[in-house]
Nanobody, 123 residues
């Protein structure tokens, strides 16, 4: 089954940037749907961005459009989330997620593989 390992979180000041990475191992099918989700303390988990493995079609939450970019390096099986112009409200635990096959690949996809999470704190 798929294994996901995130890295790249940290603490930054508002307006700063971070790049999260998610290494995919176990399997990486071209049909896969990948996503980044986040959960802040006391809040529900929310989808941030999604991307399809075979053609890199992307979707973004309105709150991050124009600031975050999701991408895939298929040769290395790494999914990135470039986060620019960070705001305090972006503070959360960020999770990489995957599913081998999905009827649709978007922020509401029923992912079944999860990483351990990486903390992002914006002050």
């Amino acid at each position: 089954h798929v294994q996901l390992v995130e890295s790249g979180g940290g603490s930054v000041q508002a307006g700063g940037s971070l790049r999260l990475s998610c290494v995919v191992s176990g399997y990486a099918y071209s049909s896969m749907c990948m996503g980044w989700l986040r959960q802040a303390p006391g809040k529900e988990r929310e989808g941030v961005a999604s991307i399809t493995y075979y053609d890199s079609t992307t979707n973004y939450a309105d709150s991050v459009k124009g600031r975050f970019t999701i991408s895939i390096d298929n040769t290395k099986d790494i999914v990135y989330l470039q986060m620019n112009s960070l705001k305090p409200e972006d503070t959360a635990m960020y999770y990489c997620a995957a599913v081998a096959v999905a009827p649709r690949c978007d922020l509401f996809t029923n992912f079944n593989g999860w990483g351990q999470g990486t903390q992002v704190t914006v002050s």
